[in-house]
């Protein structure tokens, strides 16, 4: 009987696919998105890397530490556990700072305040006396007095993933570390597109010398090792931000280029390219307007996969020390500062980055596959 309500079932879902897959014939791209939304692995991970981005987006609206790079450092309570608390003495000191929300978003902003970690503080006759941190036990501190006349407050910090070696909110150095793995992503793809769609197309649609040549240049290219080509350009531009983005999307157009030239060479014989040339139309039109959206299906699997890999890559270079330089944090030169910390107590400095790192990867992956499973249609 349970068998038989099973196979009932399965078959009403594959008769609802098919009236959906029919009124859809139409819009081939209908019936893509309609195939991703009944694939749950699509939409979970759609969902966790519509979360990373704004996560990257927002930046310092979510982090605990809103100063530039998340780089309040407070050595007195380093490589303390998450969850950890303490009060913090500010002491205004200096002029605040005044800029939009939309600034303080890209960029941090410069606190106004001197925070000391403290363990207790009392009011007396000479002003504000309070004991500065020292380590996990409490009376071990100086005691120091803060005039009457000095604006200050106390409030109490909590450190949800705890503090590194340095005293930095690890949550923090998390978050805008998200900034770099997602933007590393997409400014390589965009180099590796540009180049590798225009290689591809002009190898495919003229062939030739033109075919000979760049699919020479393309076998030297692919003939390298992608992680010593990517340290070999890092080495030319120099260490970097932005120097890293170009470097890792200057060896991923490969595959790309050899993709969009085979899927050319299929289309450039087609009935509606023979016609768009007895029309007249010049070359460059037939490329762009007439081949290349023909190509995009294929194409969004390849930069989905591309997209993981950069994250990869740029994580890897940051852990060699040959990516993003500090203070800016990234998820690689968080697991090189702390690595260390794996053989000891403190294992999760370590490992919730290259979690992170895993996560993302993994969610691209899997959306690359869900794409590849929905574009194939069946006729």
């Not at 500010?90 to 600034?103: G, L, M, P, T, Y």
């Not at 697991?335 to 910390?341: A, L, S, T, W």
Request: aromatic share 10%; proline share 4%; net charge positive.
């Amino acid at each position: 009987m349970k068998l038989n309500l099973n196979l009932g079932f399965s078959e009403r879902r594959r008769k609802k696919e098919k009236q959906i897959d029919k009124v859809s014939s139409l819009n081939p791209d209908r019936i893509v998105l309609q195939r991703l939304l009944r694939n749950p692995v699509a939409i979970v991970s759609s969902a966790v890397i519509v979360f990373f981005i704004l996560v990257a987006i927002l930046g310092y609206w979510l982090s605990p530490d809103k100063t530039p790079f998340a780089n309040e450092q407070h050595l007195e309570i380093a490589v303390k556990k998450p969850g950890f608390k303490v009060d913090m003495l500010q002491i205004s000191d200096r002029e605040a700072v005044k800029q939009n929300i939309f600034k303080t978003m890209l960029f941090g902003k410069v606190s106004s305040t001197t925070n000391i970690p403290i363990y207790s503080h009392r009011n007396t006759e000479k002003g504000l006396e309070y004991e500065i941190f020292t380590g996990d036990n409490p009376n071990g501190g100086e005691i120091k007095y803060l005039d009457k006349n000095t604006e200050y407050r106390i409030k109490t910090r909590t450190y949800p993933l705890g503090t590194d070696r340095y005293g930095r909110c690890l949550l923090s150095q998390l978050i805008i570390g998200t900034r770099v793995s997602v933007s590393v992503g997409f400014i390589a793809i965009i180099i590796a597109i540009v180049i590798g769609i225009t290689l591809g197309a002009l190898a495919g649609y003229f062939q030739g010398k033109i075919d000979a040549v760049i699919m020479w240049f393309i076998n030297v290219v692919w003939s390298v090792p992608t992680i010593l080509l990517v340290i070999a350009i890092t080495f030319a531009l120099g260490k970097g931000f932005w120097q890293i983005f170009v470097a890792v999307g200057l060896t991923m157009w490969v595959d790309i280029a050899r993709m969009v030239r085979g899927q050319v060479l299929s289309l450039k014989e087609k009935e509606f390219v023979l016609a768009g040339k007895v029309l007249g139309f010049s070359n460059a039109r037939i490329i762009i307007k007439h081949i290349l959206p023909n190509v995009v299906n294929a194409l969004t699997v390849i930069i989905t996969s591309n997209f993981a890999t950069a994250i990869l890559q740029e994580a890897g270079l940051s852990f060699l020390g040959l990516g993003v330089q500090p203070p800016m944090p990234s998820w690689g030169s968080m697991i090189k500062e702390n690595y260390g910390y794996i053989i000891l107590d403190a294992a999760y400095m370590a490992i919730i980055p290259g979690l992170a790192i895993m996560i993302l990867v993994l969610s691209f992956f899997m959306l690359g596959n869900a794409i590849r499973q929905a574009t194939e249609i069946k006729q």
